[in-house]
Nanobody, 123 residues
């Protein structure tokens, strides 16, 4: 059973840091490119960082220099270290494969998104 469980979010002041973790199961984790995504209220979900099966990491322009993605293939986890947080980083953060995994459950198409973890940047 495919599952992504995100944790580590919370309320943080501008300029602060958080570390998000994602535990993945039901996939061939070590051979999968993984990504962290976020969805702010009223906006579409967007990719913020991804890391290939070879460990090569990439971050999107909006978070470059502030966010770092890493993975632990022994634990099937992917981590997002977030620094110098701003109000614009407020969102629900999700992990998934990159591109997101697509499958069918009971005849319905799904991307297996987890519950996500809320990050709120506020003073």
């Amino acid at each position: 059973q495919v599952q992504f469980v995100e944790s580590g979010g919370g309320l943080v002041q501008p300029g602060g840091s958080l570390r998000l973790s994602c535990a993945a199961s039901g996939i061939s984790f070590s051979s999968s490119a993984m990504g962290w995504y976020r969805q702010a209220s009223g906006k579409q979900r967007e990719l913020v960082a991804d890391i290939g099966s070879d460990g090569r990491a990439k971050t999107e322009d909006a978070v470059q220099g502030r966010f770092i993605i890493s993975r632990d293939n022994a634990k099937n986890t992917v981590t997002l270290h977030m620094n110098s947080l701003t109000h614009e980083d407020t969102a629900v953060y999700y992990c998934n494969l990159n591109p997101p995994l697509t499958g069918w459950i009971n005849g319905r198409k799904t991307n297996f998104w987890g519950q996500g973890t809320q990050v709120t940047v506020s003073s």
